[in-house]
């Protein structure tokens, strides 16, 4: 039986290489194994994805696993654990998830044809809607970028903190552990050293900080 690993599931348009040095910090910080979960974004709908995700997760021989999803790739865990029964048990961290729906994406979706080309099967994924509860029996914690440099400040003014695509509020889920607020953007979170250290310290002790 191998050591604890980490699954990394990336966000839309994304393939998970984006994430290497994140990997490679949780890898060599925290004696994590690390693998991504690869899917395509918009081409199926969310349910495929969890899916592909369960099997995945079942695939992996090891004491424990624990789950990171930047973006999308967090919605894609959500639905995951709130659909399947998933095991060995781990821990979950979501890097700027807009659980709540994210006004970025909906204003892609006002472009008409081309918004919804682009967006594919996720337009209704992302759209704001119902609140998001976290149910599941695992542990989440949840890292929200406070640096607003990105693509969302081309669509529209927040109004609150953000991380350039994401805003802080989009976030929230009621059910989470801990939630920590990180002067990073929504893609600078993957360069960022303070956000490896505190998702291994959230996967490996079920905290920040530590």
Partial sequence: MSRAT???????WMTGSESLLLRRRLGRERGFCTQIFRYRSIHAPLDTHAAGLRDMIASIDAPCVHLVGHSLGGLVI?????????GPPG???????PVQGSRCAHRIGQWGWWGN???????????PGPLR?????????IIAGTSPTGL???????????????????T?????????????????????ARVARETGSFLEYGSFGR
């Fill in 78 to 86: 959500l639905r995951c654990l709130e659909r399947f029964r998933v």
């Fill in 91 to 97: 821990r979950v961290v979501f890097l700027g998830t």
């Fill in 133 to 141: 509860l976290w149910r599941s029996d695992r542990a989440l914690g």
């Fill in 6 to 12: 980490v699954v990394y599931v990336h966000g839309l």
């Fill in 152 to 170: 969302g400040r081309m669509l529209l003014t927040f109004g609150e903190d953000n991380d350039g695509t994401v805003a802080v509020s989009e």
């Fill in 117 to 127: 080309r682009l967006l594919g099967t996720m337009a209704q994924t992302l759209r």
């Fill in 172 to 192: 929230w889920l009621p059910g989470a552990t801990e939630v920590l607020r990180l002067p990073a953007s929504h893609s600078g979170m993957l360069l960022s």
